[in-house]
């Protein structure tokens, strides 16, 4: 990594937060982190160059809690973000970090929300408000939020703002907080606008930008997936079952409780796999690299620095599971294959919003990263077969085969049929701990990525009319359901063009999220069609990365429940369940025949 700060506890955080850290695993600071959380504690401004994935959340998020004073039920931190699922996000993240801190409260304002929920939300206090430019101007102007309190102001993905038509916005908002805060602007990009504002509204601004140093790679064969249709465990075993020239692997992941849950699930699946990670002490290290060398062991899932230096010629794949956070640390996991003159295999897997990372590597690296189309069921069962007979093959080239070919013998006189049906029947045995066909569904090919797009709304897929003039009206109007209100939208293909219901809703949360590739309209349409719920009752529905939320009528029959249980997205089970987070905290006013929302359908399938 390219960072000498090796611990959390270097940058001056408190110890709830430090005890925070390491209870959701998380071992050392990114770059960006340890470069600007030491320069928010001292309470500088800050323009920090960096981009999703860097883990610039946690940059900017872990020094403004410090300040927070929990007592006081005021605003005391601002985040402005360019759209809804960023605020949603946002806010989330922080909310992870407040575990040990009783009664911190979050709260994201966003428009496309219900005013009254939110003006409920507003009045009972919040700690830090996440919110669209937008919004958060409507409540400053009808002074439903104040800022007298504020300590803290941060501008994240500035250039995405600017990009959407919200800078106006932003400087309006800028302008009315108090003279003394800290401010802190995140940017992956620096156009003259955005420099121009940080110049007016920062002050003595410290500029922290993770340089993405060029690098040269060694002839080692880079390759990327686009997660997408599928769960990334599942599209690993995949991979890791068809690569040729595959002896062991080496899995990079972000967090130490990732690296237990992930060996754990390998080893569940036959592989010799084991975590290596900073909790394990120096012996335990050496013990598992040593068994890597030995062939005890073919995976190891490992942290950045637990795997540093690591030196085992057989690993002939680095597979980057989750995305390291800059192009040094990819050069430097990649580089633990293809070592002494053997050949070596990279694999990262990149999720939809993180393709600007990749692009980033490759042009760091120079070297382009080819697209990995995942193996299909028929090549994993074509692969699985190949293999069976050769072990067959060599089964029958042994000594010793007299006896049991007298028992094939038997059985087939006995039961009356040929020596084949006994094969057959002893082959089926044979691949019981492991089928020979994989079941499920080949996932759809991911839409192809591009630079641009970053999974972030395109100008002209949003819809424009928070910059109208503000009316009562429209205030008035506020308590409609969410996608009929004005304001900032969510993402065109994440508004379903149906009218919100009205009435109790529940809110669920399922098992797939962007990163599976999923969209809304896939949502709502197995829904609609597993559980009979017309897509007009279906509310909100919050996409996140791995999982996501949909508002479902309450009172919902059980054979709708059933039907919802068994339902798949894009091939992967949803596992519909009761959400208990509740990032914006609200209960739905609306009131709502829910039996009737039901379609009369027959589930008997
Ligand atoms: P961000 O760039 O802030 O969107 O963060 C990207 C991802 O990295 C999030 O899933 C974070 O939870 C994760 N993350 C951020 N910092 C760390 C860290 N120091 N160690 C492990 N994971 C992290």
Redesign the pocket.
């Known amino acids: 990594m390219s960072t000498s700060v090796e611990s959390?506890a270097d940058l001056g955080l408190s110890d709830t937060l430090l005890k925070t850290?390491t209870e959701?695993?998380?071992?050392?600071?990114?770059p960006?982190?340890a470069q600007c959380i030491p320069v928010l504690l001292e309470g500088h401004d800050l323009i920090g160059m960096?981009?999703?994935?860097?883990?610039?959340?946690?940059?900017f998020a872990l020094p403004l809690m410090e300040q927070i004073d929990v007592k006081l039920m005021k605003p005391q931190a601002l985040i402005l973000t360019p759209t809804r699922e960023l605020a949603i996000?946002v806010a989330e993240?922080l909310q992870?970090y407040a575990k040990n801190l009783p009664g911190f409260h979050v709260l994201p304002i966003y428009g496309g929300q219900s005013y009254t929920i939110q003006l409920k939300q507003l009045s009972r206090g919040a700690h830090v408000i996440v919110g669209t430019p937008g919004r958060v101007m409507d409540h400053l102007e009808r002074k439903t939020l104040n800022l007298d309190n504020l300590k803290t102001m941060v501008l994240d993905e500035a250039d995405e703002m600017l990009r959407m038509g919200f800078i106006d916005d932003v400087e309006w908002i800028l302008e009315r907080t108090p003279p003394k805060h800290q401010t802190a602007l995140f940017s992956a990009t620096m156009p003259e606008q955005i420099r121009r504002v940080a110049q007016k509204y920062l002050v003595e601004p410290r500029e922290i930008k993770i340089k993405s140093a060029t690098a040269t790679v060694a002839a080692i064969r880079q390759v990327y997936w686009q997660v997408s249709g599928m769960h990334k465990l599942d599209a690993l075993t995949r991979i890791l079952e068809v690569e040729e020239d595959f002896d062991a692997a080496i899995i990079f992941v972000?967090?130490k409780t990732a690296t237990v849950e992930l060996a754990d699930k390998l080893s569940a699946s036959g592989y010799a796999a084991a975590a290596l990670n900073g909790d394990l002490n120096q012996q335990m290290r050496e013990r598992v690299i040593e068994q890597l060398k030995s062939g005890a062991l073919d995976i190891v899932i490992a942290?950045d620095v637990a795997a540093r230096g690591i030196d085992v010629p057989r690993v002939s794949h680095v597979v980057n599971y989750?995305i390291p956070?800059d192009t040094e640390a990819y050069v430097h996991r990649i580089g633990r294959t293809g070592r002494a003159g053997r050949t070596g295999n990279a694999i990262l897997f990149v999720a939809p919003r993180e393709i600007r990372m990749l692009r980033t590597i490759e042009r760091a690296t120079r070297s382009p990263i080819a697209p990995l189309t995942l193996p299909s069921r028929a090549d994993v069962t074509n692969k699985r077969v190949t293999d069976f007979k050769a072990k067959v093959a060599e089964v029958m080239n042994a000594e010793g085969l007299d006896f049991f070919a007298n028992i094939v013998s038997q059985i087939a006189e006995e039961q009356n049929v040929g020596a084949e049906e006994v094969a057959a029947a002893l082959a089926m045995m044979a691949q019981e701990g492991k089928p020979l066909q994989i079941a499920g569904e080949d996932p759809r090919p991911a839409p192809a990525p591009s630079f641009e797009r970053d999974s972030r709304p395109r100008p002209g897929s949003f819809d424009r009319d928070e910059r109208k003039p503000r009316s009562n009206e429209r205030f008035d109007r506020g308590d409609k359901p969410s996608f009929e209100n004005r304001g900032e939208r969510p993402r065109r293909e994440e508004r379903p063009a149906r009218s919100a219901p009205t009435g109790d809703m529940v809110r669920y949360r399922i098992d797939v999220g962007r990163d599976h590739g999923v969209q809304v309209k896939d949502i709502v349409g197995a829904i609609a069609n597993e559980a009979g719920i017309e897509s007009r009752f279906i509310g909100r529905i919050g996409l996140f990365?791995e999982s996501s939320t949909v508002e479902l009528p309450a009172g919902m029959p059980a054979e709708a429940a059933n039907a919802l249980k068994r339902t798949r997205v894009r091939g992967l089970p949803i596992n519909l369940r009761p959400d208990e987070g509740r990032p914006d905290g609200g209960s739905s006013e609306r009131k709502f025949d829910g039996e009737r929302s039901f379609k009369k359908k027959s589930f008997d399938r």
Do not use: C, N, V, W
């Open positions: 959390f850290l959701i695993g998380y071992e050392t600071p990114s960006i982190q960096a981009q999703t994935g860097t883990g610039k959340t946690a940059a996000q993240a992870t972000r967090t942290t989750d956070y990365d």
